[in-house]
């Protein structure tokens, strides 16, 4: 005799709609010299943790990346140091407070000149 334990770690059944799924996405935008310019990415799921994140430029230009959980006055999750490339590994859980499924990332262009900016972001669903 004795007892059986099942744990399940996430809702439904495996490869229903509940489980984790693989987010990536990969964005352009312009930003202007010593501005911070916004950037919204659709993670299709209102709560996500975020796993990496990647960002370069074409003119080699050092800045500075932070993401929060809504677009104005929200609470900032993440802020990476002033560099020209960015690739940081996080594990940093995000639900976003606007519920418009968006990664709101603001970029602050350091540079003396405009430059167009590639940010590559992956996450898991949160469900």
Same mark, same amino acid.
């Given at each position: 005799?004795?007892?059986?334990?099942? #744990?399940?770690?996430? /809702?439904?059944?495996?490869?229903?709609?509940?489980?984790?799924?693989?987010i990536? $996405?990969?964005?352009? =935008? +312009?930003v202007?010299?010593r501005?911070?310019?916004?950037?919204?990415?659709?993670?299709?799921?209102?709560?996500?943790d975020?796993?990496?994140?990647h960002?370069?430029?074409?003119?080699?230009?050092?800045?500075?990346?932070? #993401?929060?959980d809504? /677009?104005?006055?929200?609470?900032?999750?993440y802020?990476?140091?002033?560099?020209? $490339?960015?690739?940081? =590994? +996080?594990?940093?859980?995000?639900?976003?407070?606007?519920?418009?499924?968006?990664?709101?990332?603001?970029?602050?262009?350091?540079?003396?000149?405009?430059?167009?900016?590639?940010?590559?972001?992956?996450?898991?669903s949160? #469900?």
């Amino acid at each position: 005799m004795g007892t059986e334990m099942k #744990i399940n770690r996430y /809702k439904g059944t495996a490869g229903g709609n509940s489980s984790p799924v693989l987010i990536e $996405k990969s964005e352009q =935008i +312009l930003v202007q010299n010593r501005k911070p310019q916004y950037l919204s990415v659709n993670m299709e799921y209102n709560k996500f943790d975020i796993r990496t994140i990647h960002v370069t430029n074409e003119k080699d230009v050092e800045a500075i990346i932070s #993401i929060f959980d809504k /677009k104005q006055n929200g609470m900032q999750i993440y802020k990476s140091l002033q560099e020209k $490339k960015t690739y940081d =590994i +996080l594990a940093i859980p995000c639900e976003d407070k606007d519920v418009t499924s968006t990664a709101h990332i603001y970029i602050e262009n350091k540079g003396s000149e405009p430059a167009l900016f590639t940010v590559i972001i992956k996450a898991i669903s949160l #469900i």
